[in-house]
């Protein structure tokens, strides 16, 4: 037995893996950056792919190192990795992603639902690139600098597809986009993914594979003992979470259908290994349809139920929620008995989290992510209450690293997502089990947990990330500058460097000329309430609402606006960074007045969320904000008549990058359908 699992250990090291055993779970191929500097070619594309007994038509990123390419082709060999499951990009902070995308997809099939919507826009389905979760400038191109940042406005188009119609506030190209994402240098280790972000197709393009994950720095960053003496991590695995539905006749559903299967098994079913099977559900409305001979993927880096043989010391699972809308509800259940094994907790949404005296705010400071359990280990000599679980909750776009000891109870366990209802008007997402867990020999049922440094105080104090006034990238290759004597720096340098850096600065409150909503500070003790709910004419629409409140608890006059869906040609919130160009934290107050749960990201930033204003607690990137009563019909109307009782989610919100970005419901069919609004950050100059 050690000498397999020292075998799983040797083979997960390599960055490019082989199964040690059938259906081992492999990691995903790794790209790592080397002296400051990650250079990709990545072709968005068309690939067939084995699932189960099907081989239907995935579109994946096929990924080589730039040098390795030519003529914007990748060699056909090792070094190229394309797989349906997805790949890894390994950072260091102060390093520049620098990746050229080329779009070879073919048109937008059938199903997109939205591409009837904007049929010259959608129809030659563009892509582009979100890096979620990173704190990082959403940087438009410009004449001296035709890279971008993490820029959600550019629309990729395969060659010759360029439409003849283009609508303002969006570029346009159907040239390879170069991308140069510079990760500032205090920027924290953790775990984070990319993903295309075109609304109207962000969804399809997710369902038919296309994701991958970014690493910051390691494990070992987060791990330490008293005195800052390192810590050796365990074993590292890295599982992303896909799923594709799959009909008799090998085509992908893309705009997926909630009730593709029945949400629990039939007692006659076989066993639902990494699956549920398709029904005819013709009657069930808009989306129903006969899936009977197909089948719902859940699959793990790609694999269909794949096992996975946990090291000796147990194994940190870095797990990244890459599906587009469906929900899990993760569990480890030991096989002879049933019962659910408890696991650490180590980072939620690539920030590490530890105990201490907040221990009993968790639940609230993450929404309900999951419920805190004693653990039956201790911190090696650390001051920090290690923090536990026994399931969580995962909406897409959520990450969770997770420390599974060595069990001792049981020799296997299988893990599992429950069946997961979002509401009363809503969906209700399968139950599956995902993986087999084997567990090596335990001389006993206790465990030691990991000492983890948390990471959220750190990255908002004075020197962290989101509290130190803001710096930005100071050109191809270079280190940040402080955005505060960029100005300055731009009169003392060479006329071509001071255009670069100009040009630079002007791209960061970009695209111009659109309609804004007032650039100015909140008076103090005022927040924004962002209203999720129904467009008004519509049935099952989705959008977003505003106001701004005072500190008496009342609507500013004149700042409401109601339900409506996304529309980029207008700027729904400005602001400015503090004096000095320091980071500025907003509280909003989130408000679900539909009759299901939504899922609320802010690109660029993380987050702190309570359900009440309080004490600051652990920070995320996207919070659920669930649904309210029966009598919650998507109207702000009904809400403040107090017919829809529904708790508020409150959000406090650190802004420490400048530019264009957007904030939106993660459940991708939410998002393309409009539940998305364009916010400004601008320099304080």
């Known amino acids: 037995m050690k000498s397999i699992l020292a075998a799983v250990c040797l083979l997960f090291s390599a960055s490019f893996l082989f199964a040690a055993a059938p259906n081992e779970l492999l990691n995903p191929p790794a790209f790592t950056s080397s002296n400051g500097v990650l250079d990709l070619l990545m072709i968005a594309k068309v690939k067939t792919i084995s699932l189960d007994t099907f081989t239907p038509a995935s579109w994946v990123y096929e990924v080589c190192y730039r040098r390795d390419s030519s003529n914007n082709v990748c060699p056909s060999n090792s070094r190229t990795a394309s797989p349906y499951g997805g790949m890894r990009l390994q950072l260091q902070p102060g390093d520049h992603l620098k990746i050229r995308l080329i779009n070879q997809l073919p048109p937008a099939p059938p199903d997109c639902e939205h591409v009837a919507e904007m049929p010259e826009m959608l129809k030659d389905n563009p892509t582009n690139l979100h890096t979620h979760g990173l704190i990082v400038e959403p940087r438009q191109a410009t004449p001296s600098n035709p890279t971008y940042g993490d820029f959600v406005y550019v629309l990729g188009y395969p060659a010759g597809k360029l439409p003849a119609v283009q609508m303002p506030g969006l570029d346009y190209t159907d040239k390879p986009i170069d991308y140069d994402i510079y990760i500032p240098s205090n920027h924290p280790s953790g775990l984070f993914w990319i993903h295309p972000h075109v609304h109207g197709l962000a969804f399809n393009q997710i369902s038919y594979g296309m994701a991958g994950i970014i690493t910051i720095g390691s494990v070992p960053d987060i791990l330490g003992r008293p005195g800052g003496s ?28 909630p009730n593709f299967c029945a949400a629990d098994p039939d007692p006659s079913e076989a066993p639902r290994n990494g699956f549920c099977p398709g029904i005819n559900n013709s009657g069930g409305g808009d989306e129903g349809g006969n899936h009977t001979g197909g089948k719902w993927i ?34 480890i259940n030991d096989d002879a008995t049933g019962q659910s094994l408890p696991f650490q907790i180590l980072a939620i949404d690539g920030v590490a989290i530890s105990g201490g005296s907040g221990l009993s705010m968790l639940p609230k400071s993450v929404a309900g992510k999951f419920t805190p359990v004693t653990c039956t280990g201790s911190a090696p000599g650390g001051p920090a209450s290690p923090i536990c679980a026994r399931s969580v909750r995962m909406m897409p776009s959520s990450r969770f690293e997770i420390y599974v000891p060595p069990s001792g109870i049981s020799s296997s366990a299988t893990l599992l997502t429950k069946s997961y209802s979002t509401g009363l008007d809503a969906d ?26 948390g990471a959220a105080s750190q990255m908002l104090s004075s020197s962290g990330v989101l509290g130190a006034p803001v710096m930005i990238d100071g050109g191809r290759n270079g280190a940040g500058v402080s955005l505060q004597n960029a100005p300055k720096l731009a009169a003392q340098l060479p006329p071509d460097a001071a255009k670069v850096l100009k040009e630079h600065l002007a791209a960061l409150s970009a695209p111009s000329g659109l309609p804004s909503a007032p650039c100015a500070a909140l008076p ?12 008004a004419g519509t049935e099952d629409g989705f959008g977003l609402g505003y106001e701004e409140v005072d500190q008496r608890g009342q609507p500013v006059p004149g700042t409401f606006r109601d339900v409506t869906p996304f529309d980029h040609t207008v700027i729904d919130v400005c602001l400015p960074l503090l004096k000095g160009n320091k980071p500025v934290t907003e509280a909003w107050e989130l408000v679900n007045v539909s009759g299901e749960d939504h899922n609320f990201h802010m ?12 004490a600051p ?27 829809c009782q529904v708790k508020s989610v409150y959000a406090f919100i650190p802004f420490s990058q400048v530019g264009d970005f957007v904030y939106h419901c993660h459940i991708l069919e939410h998002e393309d359908g409009g539940m998305m609004a364009h916010i400004r950050v601008i320099p304080n100059l």
């Not at 880096?301 to 899990?328: D, K, V």
């Not at 690109?603 to 309080?614: D, G, L």
Request: hydrophobic share 35%.
């Open 603 to 614: 690109h660029q930033t993380k987050f702190r969320v309570f359900s009440t204003p309080a």
């Open 617 to 643: 607690g652990a920070l995320v990137d996207n919070t659920p904000v669930l649904h309210g009563s029966e009598q919650c019909d998507g109207s702000v109307a009904t809400w403040r008549s107090g017919a």
């Open 230 to 257: 390192p810590q050796t991590p365990p074993m590292v695995r890295y599982l992303t979470l896909k799923d594709m539905q799959i009909e008799a006749d090998d085509s992908v559903l893309s705009q997926e259908d």
């Open 524 to 535: 103090p003790g005022h927040h924004r309430r962002i209203f999720f709910g129904v467009p």
């Open 298 to 331: 859940f699959s793990v880096n790609g694999q269909e139920y794949p096992t996975i043989t946990l090291a000796g010391r147990g194994e940190i699972w870095r797990i990244t929620h890459a599906s587009g809308s469906r929900s899990y509800a993760l569990y």
């Open 428 to 453: 209700n997402w399968p139950y599956a089990y995902l993986a087999h867990v084997v567990f090596p020999p335990s001389s006993g049922a206790t465990w030691p947990a990991l000492n983890v440094k």
